[in-house]
């Protein structure tokens, strides 16, 4: 485990409760989070589920009303509270829980700040708020019976000498439809291609980390739990293991 300090702000407007365990099952595996916040109108009866798993989790509520009918401060006051943590408080993770794309400016600030921002939400999150997360987690795919895996960038590179099970996964695609996915093809084959060697074998752990240098990613999103699985999905690209280290090379690569 990373020794790192992890700060997790949830929006509880716009989350699930029954998700809050997987969720805090995977920041573990980062290091302590030693900051959990959960924001909302807590005389909404739409939160009522949150109530046993505040106390459950140690989750402080944060009381937001609703100031204006079809309006809430949520947003706000999670994204000044995140402010606050970032320069008074010695964190090197943040975890941003929401679906709502009014905090893109935030992730952009703390990204800015040097932080590794972790998102959660449903797969209706606006595209510019996925990608301005260093990682992005969509919570239709987290199973909520808890399966730990190692989350942020060492979900990519430390894969190799992962332990335990891998989580469950859905919405598998298949090779074809992988292929089929140009923008992820050209993030794939140019990460393979700046970590390669002269024979084009490139080890996987370097592969990962320019992905997450790159772009909001993670393999459970189309359906695989290791990067390694999705690279192996595709027939384009040939695997290779050295020892416990898996290598991998683009086929085509004297072709393009």
């Known amino acids: ?139 239709d795919d987290m199973p909520v019976e808890v399966t730990i895996q190692p989350l942020g960038s060492s979900a990519v590179t430390a894969e190799a000498g992962a332990v335990g099970a891998p989580p469950e996964v859905v919405c598998r695609l298949t090779g074809h439809e992988l292929k089929g996915n140009s923008k992820l093809m050209s993030l794939l084959r140019n990460a393979v291609a700046f970590a390669a060697d002269d024979e084009g074998w490139a080890h996987l752990s370097l592969v990962g980390a320019r992905i997450a240098n790159q772009a909001s990613f993670d393999p459970r999103n189309y359906g695989y739990a290791r990067l390694v699985d999705l690279f192996a999905a595709i027939d384009l690209f040939e695997i290779k293991r050295v020892g416990n280290h898996p290598k991998v090379r683009y086929k085509r690569r004297q072709q393009v």
């Open 1 to 139: 485990m990373q020794n790192v300090r992890v700060a997790l702000f949830i929006d509880a407007d716009n989350s699930p409760s029954r998700k809050i365990e997987a969720i805090l099952a995977e920041l573990a595996v980062l290091g302590m989070v030693s900051i959990r916040r959960a924001y909302g109108n807590w005389k909404s009866p739409r939160l009522e589920s949150w109530v046993e798993v505040l106390h459950e989790h140690a989750i402080q509520p944060v009381q937001q009303f609703d100031l204006v009918k079809g309006k809430n401060a949520t947003d706000m006051a999670m994204a000044i509270d995140a402010m606050d943590v970032l320069h008074g408080k010695p964190v090197e993770v943040f975890c941003l829980v929401s679906s709502d794309c009014d905090f893109t400016p935030l992730v952009t600030r703390l990204r800015a700040d040097g932080k590794q921002v972790i998102g959660f939400g449903e797969r209706k999150s606006p595209v510019p708020y996925v990608n301005a997360c260093s990682r992005f987690v969509f919570l």
